[in-house]
């Protein structure tokens, strides 16, 4: 150093310099976010769901009501037997029905039924000019040579032309899951604005206002908790029929009441600190210190509060779907899928676990992401 | 019209209901003149009503009695839309430098809500013509204006909260602890912001706090209140030097002295016991059961500010 | 005579999202018996982090790094077990904080808290052994009526009385060391003078050392026996309580001591402050942390972090203008100091 003992200059600026990066409250809350890797799983979760429900549809063949008769109740992984010529393969359907398989997966057409002959228990269908036989005497049903009573060498595929396999109306269930977790999406995203705007627009006024207003607004939220939402959904169904809207609008007007609530917690305790307090000796009108002032700082609970409902609202959307009185067919839902699948659970438990293990999915990435954001927003950590 | 003062308090009274049967006597009777370009500082115990004076003046609560008069308008009784134009010429500088800021704005923002809200600008960016400069007069630079508060450290926070509120140009300051918070090194920073302000502009201060030693150097009169009463007022070096009201004596006796060959001399803590509670406020004079000179008549008849010469009032039966 | 406890390079740091925030940057002290040792400094300056790592009573983020070394009566503590930390705790080194609300339990009354302290560490008390002894401590911190406040509930008391409960608390076991976190910073002046003449009291009873925590330099002058002045993690100087206020030798102590007012300030006179603000300790400066702030500061102290200079004894700085080759101009405040 040449001047060791020169006189530092520092001027006004270094010393009140900040050295922290400047980052946004909300740069802040994702900077935490996203060091947390369930958070970040969850986050990736609903991606995913979000393009399979809007994008997948595109990319699938069938429709949500695109019924086949010819291939009812088929599995995603299935056991054929192998033709005799080794072009195709075999499928045994549930309703003993057989139906041409070939080497890649795809399904194809049924065989026609030749004949039955009764004493052998062995019906001979038509394979391309060659007879083939299926064996029904003894479970599990086989594909038999005819002639030798020599059941066929055996193996099992993967269902190529229905990935999921087809439900018992010979629906595509891949496609209608899509459908499904969009209908269960868009149920869980319009209750969330819904419960936003209402939440937070009640709830800030009442806490806002306090005394007499307060107290009356929140007999009405406590009215509202208090009726039960499925017979509240059956009322509602009555009056504007059963479907998606009804749902909806059942969702749109309880489920606010929980945020109502959060907000205006939040908003009694913030009403008195000093920033509210500056912002009314400024002269701030009311519609300033509401949303420019309290909402703000009460979106850390309100963002955690939605997170948190968002599953419960896709659970009732099931639920309701489950009992029969959400949505009526062919539309799909994931809770109307898992209600069809219930009857044939013992022959194709497939039919019910796809669409639950969805909706655990859906669960499961929203909770991840609401427990991500609380930690993110809670001020405990901050440092 | 000049030596109007620019804010008359008379009677001020202030009580809180809580519950059905119990009220908090916050302030009872306290009446003062705060002249213009002047300081009047409010010393006391936490408790003793000062802040609660501060803000029933500030009309953020209602008054229970007694009458506030700012720069000849009596503003008692004034509802929040008749008083929005007056607050032009009243702000208030908070104690908590942490809380008195929203933590969701850049001090742009922040700096800015007054301007907006009583329209002297339209948008943002009009006011950047007047938040800048004011960045620069408390010691901050154009840089900070886009930061967000919880940035910043106590003193750069309260000298955001000083410049929100000397945006407006006002004539009165409320400042309520304003450095209580902070630390002693960023104390002197924003007393002599406060103090050059007050010369350039005019600005009055009504200045509460509890370090004695602060309230004496930035007042020009000093009033010392207990349990929502004004027990002393008069002239800040003469209160100082020449207390008369045993609390005074007491509360002055009770500084730690930055100097520790006369800290020992000290023998014993200059004042026994707690406030009471000002929901049951003793009968009397508010102070006779901490008073080491108090009589019988003390505790029957409460004593009224009286003038013991040269302006120097005092509420106590010994003087 | 051994010190009661040895703080050697202490480093602890906490690590956040926005990085290792180093609060205390390796400090050295040492306490000795029956002493009141006062630590001043601002927020920030790792002040109250420095006496939360001794008990280890840190957030979990906190990491005291390697090479740290807190030796309580001769016993090294930073490698004690928590266990063995909590048999300490309170009977041998007892703690008091700013907010006493928040170290005791609001539905038990607080006589009962008291003898809980000591039971904790000495159970074979029996039950009238113990109301008595706690009753002795109200006495002692002169809590009127200790009878029956002995069966009242935290929140039936006011903050000063609060404090006092917690004092009763620390001296239960009558513990060789004392911590007290700025237990006078939230009570009012008459409060904090009652409280301070309390500790001289009990501290002379006892014999027991007390650290005291404080931003405020009256309140050291009237209770420290020394006094440690820290600034961003470091100690920046040390002294004997005269020796600080006749001779302070660091440009921060002489800074804090310019910048407060005394009942004699002339009020035309504006006061000194110290220009700026506190360092941040997630990004600390590689020289003296004071220089930016510092009126005489030079182009190395920016660039390197001074040593300790010894300028008295039992007093030393860490300022670069107190080395011996420092030139004695104008803008040395030390200049006469350092000639002989």
């Not at chain 1, 939440?199 to 929140?218: N, Q």
């Not at chain 2, 150097?217 to 070096?237: H, I, K, N, P, T």
């Not at chain 3, 009385?161 to 513990?175: D, F, G, T, Y």
């Not at chain 3, 001779?247 to 035309?268: F, I, N, R, V, W």
Request: charged share 20%; glycine share 8%.
């Amino acid at each position: 150093m040449d001047d060791k003992w020169g006189m530092l200059e520092s001027t006004n600026e270094d010393r009140e310099k900040i050295w922290k990066k400047n980052r946004t409250f909300a740069g802040d809350v994702w900077f935490r976010f996203r060091h947390k890797p369930t958070a970040i799983a969850g986050l990736i979760l609903i991606l995913v769901l979000l393009v399979f429900a809007f994008a997948g549809p595109l990319f699938t063949h069938y429709s949500y009501s695109d019924q086949n008769l010819d291939v009812v109740n088929i599995p995603p992984v299935m056991r054929v037997y192998e033709a005799p010529d080794g072009q195709a393969c075999f499928y045994v359907t549930q309703a003993l029905k057989v139906l041409r398989v070939n080497n890649d997966g795809t399904l194809d057409t049924q065989l026609s039924k030749l004949r039955e002959d009764y004493t052998a228990g062995v019906a001979i269908f038509d394979y391309d000019g060659t007879e083939v036989g299926l064996s029904y005497f003894v479970t599990p049903y086989e594909m038999v040579d005819p002639e030798t009573m020599e059941a066929y060498p055996a193996r099992t595929v993967l269902n190529r032309s229905y990935l999921f396999g087809t439900d018992s109306l010979g629906r595509d269930i891949l496609t209608r899951l899509m459908y499904g977790t969009r209908v269960s999406l868009m149920v869980a995203f319009i209750a969330v604005i819904v419960n936003m705007v209402i939440g937070i627009l009640f709830g800030g006024i009442s806490g806002y206002a306090g005394g007499m207003v307060d107290t009356v607004m929140m007999r009405i939220v406590d009215i509202i908790s208090t009726i039960p939402l499925t017979l509240y959904v059956i009322l509602i169904m009555v009056i504007m029929g059963s479907g998606l809207q009804s749902i909806i609008v059942a969702l749109g007007t309880t489920y606010w009441v929980g945020m109502a609530r959060v907000v205006r917690g939040q908003v009694l305790s913030l009403k008195n600190q000093e920033f509210v307090m500056a912002a009314k000796t400024i002269g701030s009108s009311t519609k300033t210190i509401l949303l420019q002032h309290l909402v703000p700082n009460s979106m850390g609970s309100i963002l955690v509060t939605v997170t948190m409902l968002i599953p419960s609202a896709i659970f009732m959307e099931a639920f309701l779907g489950y009992l029969g009185i959400g949505l009526q067919p062919p539309l799909a839902s994931l809770g109307t899928m898992c209600n069809d699948a219930t009857a044939n659970l013992r022959t194709c438990p497939y039919q019910l676990f796809i669409p639950a293990i969805v909706i655990c999915l859906i669960m499961f990435g929203f909770n991840f992401i609401g427990d991500g954001l609380r930690d993110a927003l809670d001020p405990k950590l901050k440092k | 019209m000049k030596d109007q003062p620019i804010l008359e308090v008379t009677g001020l009274t202030k009580h809180f209901k809580i519950g059905r049967k119990q009220t908090v006597h916050a302030v009872d009777g306290v009446s003062f003149t705060l002249k213009r370009g002047k300081t009047l500082g409010l010393v006391g115990e936490s408790g003793c009503g000062k802040s609660t004076c501060a803000r029933t003046v500030i009309r953020m609560y209602d008054v229970t009695a007694g009458k506030v008069v700012l720069d000849g308008t009596d503003i008692t009784d004034m509802d929040q839309k008749q008083l929005k134009p007056l607050r032009r010429k009243m702000q208030m500088i908070f104690q908590d430098p942490y809380a008195s800021l929203n933590a969701r704005m850049t001090v742009r923002d922040i700096i800015a809500e007054p301007l907006l809200a009583h329209g002297i600008v339209r948008t943002k960016t009009q006011a950047n013509d007047l938040v800048y400069p004011m960045l620069e007069q408390v010691g901050l630079t154009k840089e900070h204006a886009n930061r967000y508060a919880h940035e910043f450290s106590g003193g750069q926070r309260q000298r955001v909260g000083i410049a929100r509120a000397l945006v407006l140009q006002p004539e009165l300051i409320i400042c309520d602890e304003p450095i209580s918070a902070l630390d002693v090194s960023i104390q002197a920073q924003v007393i002599n912001l406060l103090k050059d302000f007050q010369e350039e502009q005019g600005v009055s201060y009504l200045f509460i706090a509890h370090d004695l030693s602060m309230v004496r150097y930035v007042s020009d009169d000093v009033g010392v209140m207990y349990l929502g009463q004004l027990v002393e007022v008069c002239e800040a070096d003469e209160i100082y030097r020449h207390p008369l009201h045993p609390y005074t004596k007491g509360l002055l006796g009770s500084i730690p002295i930055a100097n520790p060959r006369l800290a020992r001399q000290k023998v014993k803590s200059s004042m026994e016991g707690d406030i009471p509670s000002p929901i049951n406020p003793p009968s009397g004079c508010r102070f006779h059961t901490r008073c080491p000179y108090a009589t019988d008549r003390c505790a029957q008849e409460t004593p009224v500010l009286k003038d013991a010469g040269g302006g120097h009032f005092v509420a106590c039966h010994q003087v | 005579m051994q010190p009661v406890l040895e703080i050697e390079n202490l480093r602890t740091s906490f690590m956040t999202s926005s990085g290792e925030v180093q609060a205390v940057r390796g400090v050295s002290f040492s306490v000795d018996k029956g002493e009141i040792l006062g630590i001043v400094g601002e927020s920030g300056s790792g002040k109250s982090v420095t006496s939360m790592s001794v008990l280890r009573l840190l957030a979990d983020t906190a990491v005291i790094k390697e090479g740290s070394s807190i030796r309580f009566e001769g016993q090294e503590m930073t490698s004690l077990t928590k266990k063995q930390l909590r048999a300490i705790r309170g009977e041998k080194i007892a703690m008091i904080f700013q907010d006493p609300m928040s170290s005791l339990n609001p539905l038990i009354p607080v006589g009962k808290q008291v003898e809980e302290m000591i039971r904790e560490h000495h159970p074979e008390k029996g039950k009238e052994e113990l109301k008595r002894a706690a009753l002795e401590l109200f006495e002692k911190v002169r809590i009127p009526e200790p009878e029956r406040r002995y069966k009242s509930y935290p929140h039936e008391f006011s903050g000063g009385m609060r404090q006092r409960v917690m004092i009763a608390m620390a001296l239960a076991n009558k513990p060789d060391l004392l911590i007290a976190d700025e237990p006078t910073t939230a009570l009012d002046v008459t409060i904090q003078d009652q409280i301070l003449h309390q500790l001289r009291e009990l501290d002379k009873e006892y014999g027991t050392s007390i650290i005291f925590i404080t931003h405020d330099l009256g309140v050291v002058a009237e209770l420290c026996d020394r006094v440690v002045v820290m600034y961003g993690g470091l100690v920046m100087e040390e002294a004997m309580i005269d020796d600080l206020f006749d001779h302070p030798a660091h440009p921060y102590t002489m800074g804090l001591l310019a910048s407060m007012p005394d009942l004699e300030q002339d009020k035309s006179v504006r006061l000194t402050p110290i220009p700026g603000s506190p360092p941040d300790m997630t990004n600390p400066p590689a020289g003296c942390p004071f220089a930016p702030r510092c009126p005489y500061a030079r182009n190395l102290c920016a660039a390197e972090l001074p040593d300790f200079v010894e300028t008295g004894e039992r007093h030393r700085s860490r300022c670069f203008l107190q080395y011996p080759d420092a030139p004695a101009d104008g803008n040395n405040p030390f200049a006469h100091t350092s000639g002989k």
